[in-house]
């Protein structure tokens, strides 16, 4: 079974509000399996348009990954971030075939 994953981007204009994001958020991350895989961090931007903060977040299944953004627990911490931030965020399945040789 493939993956999910959320790929999100995202610009925060108030780091104390965002703190408490990331708090209420680790509730629903912690139920669903999740696991950063990238958390911020350096980045170039060689195409195309960018925001300040990028994340990839690993999920069980492609279903955990939907389950947990339509959540409960994460629907609370849309509503933490979702004053203080603009962002663009992808649910995608993973991939499991066949590699580059």
Request: aromatic share 12%; proline share 6%.
């Amino acid at each position: 079974m493939a993956k999910g994953y959320w790929i999100a981007r995202v610009d925060v204009r108030d780091d104390t509000v965002y703190a408490k994001y990331r708090d209420a958020n680790a509730i629903a991350f912690k139920k669903y399996g999740a696991r950063f895989i990238v958390r911020g961090g350096k980045f170039e931007n060689p195409e195309g348009s960018s925001r300040t903060r990028n994340v990839v977040i690993e999920f069980p299944s492609y279903q955990a990954a939907l389950d947990c953004w339509n959540s409960p627990e994460y629907k609370h911490a849309i509503s933490i971030r979702a004053p203080i931030s603009e962002g663009d965020i992808v649910i995608i399945e993973g991939y499991d075939g066949p590699q580059p040789s």
